[in-house]
């Protein structure tokens, strides 16, 4: 794939896979690659899997617009520094962003490098884009989402996590154990078993059982929150979780509505928890432009997992396809839902 290269591609995939997938940083990589008589610096492998991103490119394109394509796209966002940004100091944070949506059977993720964390960005990744949008109550993702209405015109309803939530309720009651935030997270506990539904009904029958038996726990809820608000003195972290979701209300509760829709943002986070655990193990991108490649192939690795692929199995045959391609149909082969488990082994 990358001519001239010292490596080939199962050892780019190797690499990749190992960082990506795996959380070992490339001087590590190094360190093992030199005991078994294959010396390759860090530097090299740094800019052999820079190189192989910018390859990856197309395909990370089309998986942004196989999101967009969806019915609902959840979002979240973390912290990463990143050295050498132009009129910026190194000790400065940037984000890197996680978009996750796509069709039944078409579910894609993307990482996407930005310096800032205002609402430009969400609303130039939404732009046109109609459906559901699930994240966390950060207020860059409401005023996205007000502005494509304004703007646009678009149909775009936002929702909100309980997994979020729970989360206020609970760190309270570990430090109090105070019986009522107790039942309230038991309340809430009771709206997440009930995706277990889905297995149990056709898509249409999952809706009505879910939203028929959501309905009274709403109720309890709500009424246990109205009645502990009064009482609960605002600079408490409960008054603070109980003002939260009653102002919240109505974002918290419409993802009965829709099939598609779960409580929570959990797959935003779940998808966004390697880059975080990675994180800790290389620190830091050296450049933006590692940054953008980071990006570029944690949404492959990702999106491959979501589809039972073995990152490496699927990094490995992309990259032996990839030089022959021409035209978007080509990359478009190369999808991670496009390619089976068995395909993989077979090229292998």
């Not at 009129?87 to 996407?112: A, C, D, H, T």
Request: hydrophobic share 35%.
């Amino acid at each position: 794939m990358i001519p001239g290269s010292v490596a080939d591609e199962s050892l780019i995939a190797w690499s990749i896979a190992e960082k990506f997938e795996y959380a070992l940083p490339f001087y590590r990589q190094s360190k093992r690659l030199g005991q078994i008589g294959a010396p390759l610096p860090r530097a090299t492998l740094s800019n052999i899997t820079i190189k192989a991103s910018e390859y990856c490119e197309p395909i990370y394109t089309l998986l942004k617009e196989k999101i967009l394509s969806g019915p609902v796209v959840n979002a979240d966002e973390t912290r990463v520094q990143v050295l050498k940004e132009p009129g910026r100091k190194n000790q400065l944070k940037s984000w890197m962003w996680v978009f996750l949506g796509g069709g039944k059977g078409s579910e894609s993720v993307i990482f996407q490098y930005e310096t800032g964390r205002s609402h430009e960005i969400p609303y130039d990744f939404l732009d046109g884009y109609s459906g559901w949008l699930q994240t966390d109550d950060y207020e860059a993702y409401h005023t996205a989402v007000r502005r494509l209405k304004t703007e646009q015109g678009v149909k775009i309803d936002h929702v909100l996590c309980w997994a979020h939530v729970r989360r206020r309720f609970f760190q309270y009651w570990e430090s109090s154990k105070d019986k009522d935030a107790k039942k309230i997270i038991e309340l809430i506990k009771q709206l997440f078993e009930l995706e277990d539904l889905r297995t149990q009904f056709s898509e249409k029958g999952f809706v009505k059982q879910r939203k028929n038996r959501a309905g009274p726990i709403f109720e309890s809820l709500k009424k246990l929150l109205v009645y502990c608000y009064p009482q609960t003195p605002p600079s408490l972290s409960f008054g603070r979780a109980i003002a939260y979701t009653l102002d919240n209300w109505e974002q918290l509760v419409t993802y009965v509505e829709h099939p598609d829709l779960t409580p929570s943002n959990n797959a935003a986070e779940r998808a966004i928890r390697p880059f975080v655990i990675g994180r800790k193990n290389w620190l830091f991108s050296g450049s933006p432009k590692g940054a953008k490649g980071s990006a570029i192939l944690y949404s492959l690795v990702e999106s491959a997992k979501l589809h039972n692929l073995s990152a490496f199995e699927y990094l490995n045959y992309i990259f032996s396809k990839i030089p022959y391609c021409r035209k978007t149909e080509d990359y478009e082969a190369l999808l991670p839902f496009n390619i089976s488990s068995d395909q993989l082994r077979r090229e292998r």
